[in-house]
C-alpha cells in the first residue's frame, strides 16, 4: 500500500516569490507520482506527473517537481508565483498497475501581493 | 473532447434520506473511479470499475453506500440511508487505463447532510 504526506497545510506567499511545496511518499513498490491542483468549487486538474525517466518533471503554470527516490520525495517548486495560483494542490501517488491514486492531504498556497 | 460530466453539482438533504450522483465519463474511458472528499482533505477512493466490472471497493461503506456501472459506460452512486458525516464533495474520474497517465476528474457533486 502507498501512502503520501504532505507536511505543509498552509504556504502563504507573496506575489513573483519562488515557492515549494513538500510531498513525501511511502511505497513498498515502484510508484507514479503526480501533482494535481483544486481551484474552489472545481475539480482536480494535473499539473505534472513522474512516471519514469527524467527525475525532473515540467508542467503546467510553470510547476515543476523533483523525483528523489532516496528521499521518496517529490516536492512542488515555482520560481514565481501568480495571484491566480492561491489554491489547494495535492500529490498523490499510485503503484504501476491499475491502481487506485492515494492523495495527501493538501497544501493551500495562498499568494498575496 | 467532452469532459467527465457529473450532476447534480448540488445537493442538500436531511439526514436518512436517499440521494444518488449520475458521472458520464470521458469516451472510451475504460476506468472509472468515484472519490469522496471531505472538507480539509484529500480525496478517497470509494470504488474503481474497469468497464462495468469492479475492481477495488474496500474503502466503500457498503451498509448505505452502493455504486453501479451498467453497460461500462455512465456510473451512479447512491447514498440510503445518508448520515451526516457523508457531507463532502463526490468527484468522478474516468481513466484510459492505460497504468499511469492519470485521471481526468468531473467538477464534482457538493453533498450537504443536515
Known amino acids: 500500500a502507498q501512502s503520501v504526506t504532505q507536511l505543509d497545510s498552509q504556504v502563504p506567499v507573496f506575489e513573483e516569490a519562488p515557492v515549494e511545496l513538500r510531498c513525501n511518499y511511502s511505497?513498498?513498490?515502484?510508484?507514479?507520482l503526480f501533482w494535481y491542483v483544486q481551484y474552489p468549487n472545481q475539480g482536480l486538474q494535473l499539473l505534472l506527473k513522474?512516471?519514469?525517466?527524467?527525475?525532473l518533471v515540467k508542467g503546467i503554470n510553470g510547476f515543476e517537481a523533483e523525483f528523489n527516490k532516496s528521499q521518496t520525495s517529490f516536492h512542488l517548486r515555482k520560481p514565481s508565483v501568480h495571484i491566480s495560483d492561491t489554491a489547494e494542490y495535492f500529490c498523490a501517488v499510485s503503484g504501476t498497475g491499475f491502481q487506485k491514486l492515494v492523495f495527501g492531504t493538501g497544501t493551500r498556497l495562498l499568494v498575496s501581493p | 473532447e467532452a469532459g467527465v460530466a457529473q450532476s447534480p453539482r448540488y445537493k442538500i438533504i436531511e439526514k436518512r434520506q436517499s440521494v444518488a450522483f449520475w458521472c458520464n465519463p470521458i469516451?472510451?474511458?475504460?476506468?472509472l473511479y468515484w472519490y469522496q472528499q471531505i472538507l480539509g482533505q484529500g480525496p478517497k477512493l470509494l470504488i474503481q470499475?474497469?468497464?462495468?466490472?469492479?475492481?477495488?471497493d474496500s474503502q466503500l461503506p457498503k451498509d448505505r453506500f452502493s455504486a453501479e456501472r451498467l453497460k461500462g459506460v455512465d456510473s451512479t452512486l447512491k447514498i440510503q440511508p445518508a448520515k451526516l458525516e457523508d457531507s463532502a464533495v463526490y468527484l468522478c474520474?474516468?481513466?484510459?487505463?492505460?497504468?499511469?497517465?492519470?485521471?481526468?476528474f468531473g467538477s464534482g457533486t457538493r453533498l450537504t447532510v443536515v
Open positions: 474520474a474516468s481513466s484510459l487505463g492505460d497504468r499511469g497517465y492519470g485521471y481526468t
Open positions: 511505497s513498498s513498490v515502484s510508484v507514479y
Open positions: 470499475f474497469q468497464n462495468n466490472g469492479v475492481v477495488d
Open positions: 513522474y512516471l519514469s525517466g527524467s527525475t
Open positions: 469516451s472510451g474511458h475504460a476506468t
